[in-house]
């Protein structure tokens, strides 16, 4: 891999999360706290994802959803009913995924690269396409940008899992692959200003 990805993307990563975490670890806690009091309980959800080289590793988020169970599937929980008031707000505006920045400064995950994705999907990944996991996942990235809207999608679709498993994903791992091929500061700064606006 490239020298930035190995090297200074590390470097990139510690300094912008730890800033992050920094300026709004107040926002952080109060979505927390409301998320906790409309759940009446923990408002950090937790659930096990797929990481670097395969590890599967714990992802904390914003709890969005009432009786959140950690086996239940990214498309039913996309497409399920019981989304808090609150957690309509936090998933239009990401709000809910502000806890992975602690991630990012542990090294689990980077600001830009692959979202991490739940057991069967990236860790099925066989042949070239299989590079992808050399990344850490990421918060976010061209196939999160380009997808930014795949709870709409899905939503929308007669078979969101049929929608998902044979359009979404494969198109994923083809922009993700691109992505490891191509990965530089100045692509990542791209991701980062496009994601803002």
């Known amino acids: 891999m490239r020298l930035y990805s190995r090297y200074f993307k590390r470097l990139f990563d510690i300094v912008f999360s730890l800033t992050i975490l920094t300026l709004f670890g107040w926002l952080i806690l109060l979505c927390w706290l409301i998320a906790a009091v409309e759940t009446r309980s923990n408002g950090f959800f937790k659930q096990s994802r797929i990481g670097q080289y395969g590890k599967p590793f714990n992802m904390l988020k914003i709890k969005t959803m009432h009786n959140t169970f950690t086996n239940r599937s ?14 309509i707000i936090f998933r239009r505006y990401k709000l809910d995924e502000l806890p992975q920045f602690w991630h990012v400064l542990t090294g689990k ?15 099925k990944l066989t042949g070239d396409a299989a590079n992808i996991l050399k990344l850490k996942p990421g918060i976010t990235g061209p196939a999160s940008i380009k997808y930014r809207n795949e709870d709409m999608l899905l939503v ?5 899992q049929h929608l998902n498993d044979n359009i979404i994903w494969p198109d994923k791992v083809s922009i993700n692959l691109e992505y490891y091929r ?7 700064l791209y991701y980062m200003v496009r994601t803002v606006f």
């Open 109 to 123: 995950m980077s600001i830009v690269g692959p979202r991490p994705d739940v057991v069967g999907y990236a860790d």
């Open 156 to 160: 929308q679709s007669i078979n969101p």
């Open 182 to 188: 191509n990965c530089s500061f100045k692509n990542d």
């Open 74 to 87: 990214s498309i039913t929980a996309v497409c399920a009913s019981d989304v808090t008031r609150s957690g």
